[in-house]
T-cell receptor
Framework: AQTVTQSQPEMSVQEAETVTLSCTYDTSENNYYLFWYKQPPSRQMILVIRQEAYKQQNATENRFSVNFQKAAKSFSLKISDSQLGDTAMYFCAFGGDAGGTSYGKLTFGQGTILTVHP | DTAVSQTPKYLVTQMGNDKSIKCEQNLGHDTMYWYKQDSKKFLKIMFSYNNKELIINETVPNRFSPKSPDKAHLNLHINSLELGDSAVYFC?????????????FGQGTRLTVV
């Protein structure tokens, strides 16, 4: 079974600075998808960024970018120019491709609480 | 218009009761899911339906029974509620199977069993 580990229960950053959230995963599958979701205090789950494992290029979405290291099974999220609205819990998640044992579901990490200070 | 909507948002009930949570999506998606988020914020899949057919049942007690009357709805019925069922339950939907496509979440239902 796939596992996703976020080793940082909590992180804090000053507004306008950069912060990196860590995520590692374990899988025997060759193709898969990785996600970062954000859950603000409102409880709504919001997709931040998505990476396809067969793509070597790291995904970017405005201030959000990932460092995907397939061999190391590492998928970190970098938030640049942090804003107060980035304060939330961030979840890393793994999704399998067709034919894999985890196809049809996402496996989530434990989450990292990020606080952006003014 | 809300893409994935769950009702109710909050549910407080006594042990032993039976309750249902409804989920509807207006995105035209063919796959829907139920996830449970426990008190430690851990998210775990419960069920996944594709075109109204159950494709994932992740060792959930029989007291939980999902029902998908059509592709736009996936309801969760819980019998004989227990204290340990207290959690936030999220419905989600995707076009095709999650992973290759993005999934959208509902706003969650906070269930409290007293």
């Amino acid at each position: 079974a796939q596992t996703v580990t976020q080793s940082q229960p909590e992180m804090s950053v000053q507004e306008a600075e950069t912060v990196t959230l860590s995520c590692t995963y374990d899988t025997s599958e060759n193709n898969y998808y990785l996600f970062w979701y954000k859950q603000p205090p409102s409880r709504q789950m919001i997709l931040v960024i998505r990476q396809e494992a067969y793509k070597q290029q790291n995904a970017t979405e405005n201030r959000f970018s990932v460092n995907f290291q397939k061999a190391a099974k590492s998928f970190s999220l970098k938030i640049s120019d942090s804003q107060l609205g980035d304060t939330a819990m961030y979840f890393c998640a793994f999704g399998g491709d067709a034919g894999g044992t985890s196809y049809g579901k996402l496996t989530f990490g434990q989450g990292t609480i990020l606080t952006v200070h003014p | 218009d809300t893409a994935v909507s769950q009702t109710p948002k909050y549910l407080v009930t006594q042990m032993g009761n039976d309750k249902s949570i409804k989920c509807e999506q207006n995105l035209g998606h063919d796959t829907m899911y139920w996830y449970k988020q426990d008190s430690k914020k851990f998210l775990k899949i419960m069920f996944s339906y594709n075109n109204k057919e159950l494709i994932i049942n992740e060792t959930v007690p029989n007291r939980f029974s999902p029902k998908s009357p059509d592709k736009a709805h996936l309801n969760l019925h819980i019998n004989s509620l227990e204290l340990g069922d207290s959690a936030v339950y999220f419905c989600a939907s995707s076009h095709g199977i999650w992973g290759s496509t993005e999934a959208f979440f509902g706003q969650g239902t906070r269930l409290t069993v007293v």
